[in-house]
């Protein structure tokens, strides 16, 4: 966070007031509408709305991280929920100060960078079900999806930074923030690619699975009475956490879409400009996502199935219940 922050207080003692920064940015924009930087006042009921929202889901994250010992959450989930409330907090805040650009600075990097830790959850998911299932119908090993998909999630969530901390400091000097839009729109595509084959590789295991292609067939008896047991895995919580994730996903994505589609138009574009865009596209989704997490918890539905493989992972390395 801290490499957000330095940045846009440097850029607030930059200027000599909010309010001529604002005006400033506007005429950079080539839309100087007279009621901030947004180029709209910001729903003052939407914002209480998603706080309230993000503070329950977080809060929740929290406790089930904890009640189920699954550290990583606080790394996903909770840092996801963190950042959204900032930035809806700061949304809120400019609801009677639209005028104001701080809160405006902050709600740029903290929506925009928020969600990508919660992508990393489905990675970290994943890797629990295709060692539950078995990894012989995977492309990859189980520990590489978290370790392959999670890293390019740290990547891009870097450049986002980046680019939100350059957008941040050209608001508060009055200059046009296309440049550091355009380094977010690279984390955001970059993103976007990793969902996606994060999608492909998912697909292609559950459809081994589900045919019984294993990609390496068993090399001893042992291992074949591990596949037998490996089709015991695919039972109701089992069906209710994948079509939880896959649902999670698709909310992701369409965000990440949304957000490029966005960036590309650019800050003087009518889709950054429209208000209901960005409710229902980003905090919508995000929020059906994170609630989605909390709701279908792994810890209720995928801990119980791994204490049955217990034998056949001998050293978990997630937590138990």
């Given amino acids: ?86 930035g809806w907090s700061s949304r809120l805040y400019s609801s009677s100060h639209p005028q104001a650009l701080i809160p405006y600075e902050i709600q ?27 990894p012989r119908y995977s492309r990859l090993s189980p520990r590489m999806y978290t370790i392959l998909f999670c890293s390019s999630d740290v990547v891009s969530l870097t450049i986002q930074g980046i680019g939100g901390a350059i957008a941040a400091m050209a608001a508060g000097n009055g200059k046009d923030p296309t440049t550091g839009g355009n380094v977010m729109l690279v984390g955001i595509i970059m993103q976007m690619v990793a969902i996606t084959f994060f999608i492909i590789f998912a697909s292609e295991f559950l459809i081994r699975y589900s045919n019984d292609r294993p990609l390496k067939k ?20 089992m069906k209710i956490s994948l079509y939880a994730m896959a649902f999670s996903t698709t909310c992701l994505f369409i965000r990440a879409v949304y957000r490029t589609i966005e960036l590309t138009n650019g800050w003087n574009g009518r889709i950054i400009s429209t208000q209901l865009y960005f409710n229902v596209l980003d905090g919508g989704m995000v929020a059906l996502a994170i609630f989605t997490l909390n709701i279908f918890h792994p810890g209720f539905l995928i801990l119980p199935i791994q204490r049955r493989f217990h034998q056949l992972n001998a050293s978990p390395s997630y937590g138990k219940a």
């Fill in 1 to 86: 966070m801290d490499t957000l922050t330095t940045p846009l207080i440097c850029a607030y003692l930059n200027v000599s007031s909010q309010e001529r920064s604002s005006n400033l940015l506007a005429s950079a924009r080539g839309s100087n509408t007279g009621i901030g930087p947004y180029n709209y006042v910001p729903s003052q009921a939407v914002g209480i709305v998603f706080v309230t929202l993000f503070a329950i889901s977080t809060t929740a994250h929290v406790v089930q991280a904890v009640r189920f010992r699954m550290w990583w959450l606080f790394l996903t989930a909770v840092f996801c929920g963190v950042s959204e409330l900032v």
């Fill in 218 to 237: 068993p090399a001893d008896e042992l291992e074949r009475h591990q596949a037998l047991a490996y089709k015991l895995g695919m039972d109701p919580r």
């Fill in 108 to 134: 740029i990097s903290a929506t925009i960078t928020g969600p990508t830790p919660l992508i990393a959850a489905n990675f970290v998911i994943l890797e629990y079900v295709v060692k539950i299932l078995g």
